[in-house]
Structures are given as C-alpha cells and as structure tokens.
T-cell receptor, first 113, second 114 residues
Framework: DQQVKQNSPSLSVQEGRISILNCDYTNSMFDYFLWYKKYPAEGPTFLISISSIKDKNEDGRFTVFLNKSAKHLSLHIVPSQPGDSAVYFCAARANNAGNMLTFGGGTRLMVKP | NAGVTQTPKFRVLKTGQSMTLLCAQDMNHEYMYWYRQDPGMGLRLIHYSVGEGTTAKGEVPDGYNVSRLKKQNFLLGLESAAPSQTSVYFC?????????????FGPGTRLTVL
C-alpha cells in the first residue's frame, strides 16, 4: 500500500501558465515533505521542502503548500517554463523512521512553448 | 567537485549472476543511500548508511547486500540476480542534521536481469 501517492501520472501546461502538481499521503507520522525533480538519464535533484509546522514554503517560482488535515501537499510553479519539463516526485519522512524517505510514483510535467 | 558518481551506468546480467554497484561521493557526506526506481513506483529505499562501517535496511532490502568500508564509498551487491531486480538503481548522499533529507543523487545504473 503506497503511503505517498501522486495520482496524476502526467500533466501538460502552456508556457507562462501555472503548473500544479499534487501529492496525497496516508501516514500521520510524516512530518517533513520534499519535492524532487528528475530529468531523463539523470538522478533526481532536490527542489523544495516543507516542515509539517508550516503550511506554505516559497522559493522563487516554486511554492509548496501543505494541508495537514487533508493529508495533501501541492507544488505550484509560476510561471511555468519549458525547462521545467521533467518528472516530479514528492517524498515524505516520518518522525519515527530515521532517515528513510517515502517517495510517490512521480508526475511527468510537460510545459509547451 | 563530481558530486555523486555511480559505476557502471548500464549492465546486463543473467539470472543467478552476481555483481557490485559502486557509489562514490566527494562531498564528505555522512549519510549514503541506495534506491531502486521502477515504473509508477517512485524510488524505494534498499539500504542506507549513517556513517563509515554502518549499514541499515530500508524498505526493500531482500536480495541485496551493502558495505560502507570508506566514508566516500557505498557498495551495493547482488549475490544471485533475479529478473525482479531489473530496475534503475540510484545512489544518494546527504549531510547530517536538519539537511539530511535533502539528498544528492547520482545519475543511476540501469540493470537488466535476463
């Protein structure tokens, strides 16, 4: 049973518009959440994170929102650029799981020029 | 500064063969990790290490062994490869403390077991 789910395998957005990537989780012990970005034939790279004590974290064009009651987080990219086309993974860490991250299945974002 | 490197990039094995994947990092990171990525499954942690000489099991450790004899290297071994181990393997490393979850990944090793 996947504890972190990204229900949209793919998303297509026009350049300049907003991209919203969603992630749902089931484990109430998760207290830290991250988004990673992955280009083909490369390893994932860290993008942005949020602690469970916050509901929003912003870094340039990227904002992560956390809704603990709904066990839902989202990544907003504004404005979207063609170079943002990649697979995005959300990940979560439980406060009783040491260094283990649980990843979602990923969402492929395509930003069209 | 090469970051995290993995050797080899590609490998094809026959069922029952053994092999070792090598991960090296030059960032002086304490923590190192081995993941596998399968379609639709995201990344799943196989084994990890919180320091030289220490290892621990992750989510999917069966069929794999690891060793961390030097701080900068983390080896993943398959003693008797099975087709279910066909996957892309990623190594990662991180600092200790608050930044430990911001992991730096290598480029991956694509392994096919026939």
């Amino acid at each position: 049973d996947q504890q972190v789910k990204q229900n949209s395998p793919s998303l297509s957005v026009q350049e300049g518009r907003i991209s919203i990537l969603n992630c749902d989780y089931t484990n109430s012990m998760f207290d830290y959440f991250l988004w990673y970005k992955k280009y083909p034939a490369e390893g994932p790279t860290f993008l942005i994170s949020i602690s469970s004590i916050k509901d929003k974290n912003e870094d340039g064009r990227f904002t992560v929102f956390l809704n603990k009651s709904a066990k839902h987080l989202s990544l907003h990219i504004v404005p979207s650029q063609p170079g943002d086309s990649a697979v995005y993974f959300c990940a979560a860490r439980a406060n009783n799981a040491g260094n283990m991250l649980t990843f979602g299945g990923g969402t492929r974002l395509m930003v069209k020029p | 500064n090469a970051g995290v490197t993995q050797t080899p990039k590609f490998r094809v094995l026959k069922t029952g063969q053994s092999m070792t994947l090598l991960c090296a990092q030059d960032m002086n990171h304490e923590y190192m990790y081995w993941y596998r990525q399968d379609p639709g499954m995201g990344l799943r942690l196989i084994h990890y290490s919180v320091g030289e000489g220490t290892t621990a099991k992750g989510e999917v450790p069966d069929g794999y062994n690891v060793s961390r004899l030097k701080k900068q290297n983390f080896l993943l071994g398959l003693e008797s490869a099975a087709p279910s181990q066909t996957s892309v393997y990623f190594c990662a490393s991180s600092l200790v403390g608050p930044k430990r979850n911001e992991q730096f990944f290598g480029p991956g090793t694509r392994l096919t077991v026939l």
